[in-house]
């Protein structure tokens, strides 16, 4: 005989997962009560946000699920905004519930929330799990919801009687789950492949626009030897940096709001668009009409809806994108000549190279640049949201995909701190950076508790200007410098760090920049750093909101 | 802009119709009319949604429908020949005399049945499609239309072609 609790944890290890992120409370005690007895890791956070992105974390660095637990009502309802990050940027995690037990269920008992009803528009799937003879079915087809076609998070309610109930119950040693209303195409089909081929041929300025379908399918090898085999420049979106080597000849950095005027220049002129794994979001194409609007498209993307959603696509490919560039090079036979087209690039590079201005202050760009050169490019960086996360995505040179990690589409402040605390359980073996603003930070600063207390080696560094960096801009901007509630009161956040036992410094002259990084890797356990920037620093080159992406403001050669 | 008539074949799960449903309303489609029931297929729901949209609209209407779990097939029957139909409850002032005589005439005429009969009021069951049913309630409001019920629409291709779950 079995509690659907355990059935539950060994559903869990046959999963394969080996740490959990969570939170107790009232109805998930049976589920405690199992874990006190299991081999399962389980950290203990300080808040079940924090929860949700550690999770988050840990499955964008490792490719496999994350998972989190939380109590009913209220510790359910807290993982809210770590699910729907998760569910913006595709990351497999599963979040399981405690809910009040199956006899209170509508009752406005104490502490019941109806959260699979709360999830349901930021989940793949939920469940409501009604009997104990359900749990270990349920857990299965979680774990492969999450993981496969695009994956998502996937939350499953407990009800506490379903968890205390006893049964006999063995997993069936075959895990094949078959679900009749899901089945992911994987494969892309032969003749629009074969299609895409013939674009290439006929295309003189052909550009590759990559995102995070490659990192999550693990294509970027493929990715790069295709552009290596045909010459073709890539950019990568936000959530694509790493694909491509950020040096890589071919590399145009990011598009988009805050890319590279070279790439957006390059989508402009582009006559063949070659879109990988990614869904046209507005902080990339800006004015829709105006986007790419020289260049037939073709799109690769394991979800259909996202075909054709924003932009009218000529070659759609519903396939994985590692399975599709394989096939794609496959079928390279003849080559074209695309010289001209990367000698223009070339060209562009040269006159707008991202820049900032070097005058002695504590720059922000110069803090992430230290870093990289010191790291070489290697380590796992994490950011929050805002201004620390345009300059480390500007200024940080990737080298591989899954060392990027950030919240790309939902845009979390908050994020970065428990989803570097993620990342070092699926990567023990790499610095892991949270680059911070003081907002971002102050957002989720109650897991300096946790960092602490599992001497978890996550380096904070914040990019400190008092203010709400980000939002500061627009206000500077486009609301002539009325900066309306975006200024911060100074914060020692060495002060604050030492509190919880956590080393930190302040920095405040460029000079010193390296060697706090250096102490800040070299000291075993989390770090905490402290870069009094240039308070009202911007993240240029900008295209203002609405406007085509070659249209951007600031950067330039003066 | 159209209207579009979509089956959808579902999992009988609880929550299903939310699941549907509440993707219409975050992503702005309209639902114009809905009809549940369960269908040949044991275990599964077939709901019949009458949407209006462009075809860009409808195509992803269409797309994020099958990207819910519980749901198995979706289909647009709109350019195909089919029978659509759907059933209205009617309850009319009839006072005894002509009025009472000229509804059941009318009655008789779009083939509605009465199924009740009160002192004052008649009940019409009336099925058809939508216009057929606009066109006599249109009529009965001389009368005095008390109350109206009316289920959604659903629909069947004409033939031996089915919608069914083996694609």
Redesign the interface.
Known sequence: MKTGAKILIEGLQREGVKTIFGYPGGVVLPIYDELYHSSLQHILVRHEQAAAHAADGFARASGRVGVCLATSGPGACNLVTGIATAYMDSVPIVALTGQVPTSLLGNDAFQESDI??IT??IT??NY?VKRTEDVGRIVREAFF?ARTGRPGPVLIDLPKDVSTREIDFEYPETAAVS????QPTFRGHPRQIEKAMELLLEAERPLLYVGGGVITSEAAGELCQFAESLMIPVTTTLMGLGAIPCDHPLNLGMLGMHGTRYANYAVTESDLLIAIGVRFDDRVTGKLDTFASQAKIIHIDI???EI??NKRVDVPIVGDAKSVLQEMLARVRKKKDYEKWMARIRGWKEKYPLRYPKDGSLRPQFVIEELSALLKGEGIIVSEVGQNQMWTAQYYCFRHPRTWITSGGLGTMGYGFPAAMGAHFARPDQVIFDIAGDGSFQMNIQELGTVSHYRIPVKVAILNNRFLGMVRQWQELFYDRRYSFTELPPVDFVKIANAYGIDGIKVEDPGEVRSALKSAIETDGPFVLDFRIEREENVFPMVPAGAAINEMIGGQCE | MKPHTLSVLVENKPGVLSRVTGLFSRRGFNIESLAVGVCEEPGMSRITIVCIGDDAQIEQVMKQLNKLIDVIKVSDLTENDRVERELALIKVNAEPGSSRAEVMQLASIFRAQIIDVGSRSVVLSVAGDTKKIDALEKLLRQYGVKELVRTGTIAILRGSKTVRSTK
């Open positions: 699979t009803g349901m528009p793949k799937h409501l919801i679900l009749r209303g899901y979800d259909p809806a054709g959603k």
